[in-house]
């Protein structure tokens, strides 16, 4: 397995992180929604989806934590709308190796999308849970 030597821009992450955190995509008050606490923090995701044949789609979510997480999670929604379930847990493995530094092709990083800027977030312990807290939900998840 080749390890990766990408270049990524702090700069360019950052305004991501914070864009997604305060306009995000797939945020949305909730009804029915399925409710999960982080261990190590106070962020709490709210989720919600339609399962067609085990293509997830019209996935919301609603929650309360900090700018890792909430922008973690709408991007990793971003990604994963409209696929198979096998496609999203691959791809919820993927980020979660990413997000703690295990070597991993330049392909696979990309086809995290924009979950990049999440490169360095292992550099703070306790937010690698903070990002990786949506994407363990689909990894769990039984359909």
């Keep these: 397995m080749e390890e990766i030597f990408m270049h990524f821009n ?3 992450a950052r305004e991501i992180i914070m864009n997604h955190y305060i306009n995000s995509n797939n945020k949305q008050s909730l009804t029915n929604f399925d409710t999960v606490f982080s261990t190590t923090c106070s962020d709490k995701l709210e989720i919600t989806f ?3 044949n085990n293509v997830i789609s019209d996935i919301k979510f609603n929650g309360h934590g900090c700018a890792v997480f909430i922008a ?3 991007l990793f929604i971003d990604l994963v709308q409209n696929k198979p379930l096998a496609e999203i847990k691959q791809l919820a ?3 979660i190796k990413f997000i703690n530094q295990e ?5 696979v990083i990309a086809s995290l999308g924009d979950l990049w ?3 360095n977030v292992k550099t703070h312990l306790n937010r690698v849970n903070c ?3 949506c994407a363990k939900y689909f990894l769990d998840l039984d359909a």
């Design 93 to 95: 493995s993927n980020f």
């Design 131 to 133: 990002a990786s807290l």
């Design 117 to 119: 800027v999440f490169y």
């Design 50 to 52: 339609t399962n067609n």
């Design 72 to 74: 973690s999670c709408d």
């Design 10 to 12: 702090q700069n360019q």
């Design 103 to 107: 070597p991993i092709k330049d392909d």
